[in-house]
């Protein structure tokens, strides 16, 4: 997994760790050197130790089970776990929520796996947005609107900011283009597939083994995490909504365990639905450490149309594994 900084991210790293089809799995979560640096207190103007406002995040995913946090800018003996991880990696997730940060992180991992980098490599999975495909049209077209960055800042250049569909549909083509063409008999020896996840913008706090070293928790993600258990999926760049983080987490992890033939190089979009009824919100209460279990991944197969029998593979394809 790379910079996973949030919740979407921790979620995917969580739930590898117990799901069934991938127990045991080392999974290795690859946080940028930001993590791992002090900051001064910003209550405290005298104050001389450093805070670090991700140690507790760092805390709660290395507690988890075959999970190893990796500091992908520190040189020595991080520097070296870093560059293992990378040619190690048979199964890779990139799920940054914000856009900029999703497509720097498709364009590094790209860059080391154009370089040899990740000589392993099997199969990508990486989040967008759903919109990609209509952002010069309404709703869309208002979310995908151009902005400047840091016009308030003295002494500081401006940046471009906004349009972060755009983003996201650049981070899908670089994906697209990488991936290893079968008339290219060098690149077929080391083929990899990708599936892209678009979402609606994201809601849920997701499990409380993650939450807890998370300062921003909503009552309002609370409220749907228990309310929007189920989902909805489709081809293509479909829906308009929100799609909760623990769901999503879900599907990414069985876009890498399932052995669908027509999810490799696809884009499918996932959105939540609900309210689910009575009977199935009692009980839980995100607040209290009661979070709702995440969907199954019978109900992903159903979803994507394949029930629970997996699809017979063309002869020579490459299954991700």
């Known amino acids: 997994m790379e910079r996973p900084k949030e919740r979407v991210a921790q979620c995917v790293a969580d739930q590898l760790s117990k799901n069934e089809r991938s127990a045991g799995t080392k999974v290795r979560v690859c946080l940028p050197r930001s993590c791992y640096e002090g900051v001064k207190n910003p209550l405290d103007a005298m104050a001389k130790e450093l805070v670090y406002p991700d140690r507790p995040m760092i805390e709660c995913l290395s507690a988890l089970e075959d999970v190893e946090c990796v500091d992908m800018g520190a ?24 856009a900029p940060d999703l497509l720097e992180s498709v364009e590094t991992f790209i860059a080391d796996v154009r370089a040899g980098k990740c000589p392993r490599l099997k199969r990508l999975v990486v989040m967008t947005h759903i919109g990609v495909e209509r952002r010069d049209v309404d709703p869309f077209k208002f979310m995908n609107r151009a902005t400047r960055v840091g016009t308030g800042i003295i002494g500081q250049k401006s940046k471009p900011g906004g349009s972060p569909l755009d983003r996201w549909h650049d981070a899908e083509e670089l994906v697209r283009a990488a991936v290893p063409r079968e008339k290219d008999a ?18 849920g706090n997701g499990p409380t083994s993650v939450t807890y070293g998370d300062a921003m928790l909503t009552l309002v993600d609370n409220a749907f995490d228990v309310r929007m ?28 365990t399932t052995t669908q033939f027509k999810v490799q190089n696809n884009e499918y979009s996932v959105i939540s639905t609900g309210p689910v009824d009575r009977e199935r919100r009692k009980g839980w209460d ?11 991944d019978k109900v992903v197969d159903e979803e994507l149309q394949g029930k629970e029998e997996e699809e017979a593979v063309p002869e020579g394809a490459a299954v991700p594994t």
């Open 75 to 98: 040189g020595g003996s991080s520097g070296g776990a870093y560059d293992a991880a990378r040619r190690d990696a048979t199964h890779v997730v990139i799920a940054n929520e914000y």
């Open 229 to 256: 258990q189920d989902i909805e999926i489709e081809e293509g760049d479909q829906f308009e909504g929100f799609t909760k983080r623990q769901s999503v987490a879900a599907v990414m992890n069985r876009m890498l």
């Open 186 to 203: 060098a690149a077929a020896a080391g083929a990899w597939t990708y599936t892209i996840v678009r979402v609606g913008d994201l809601r």
């Open 286 to 296: 995100v607040a209290r450490g009661r979070s709702p279990p995440p969907i199954e």
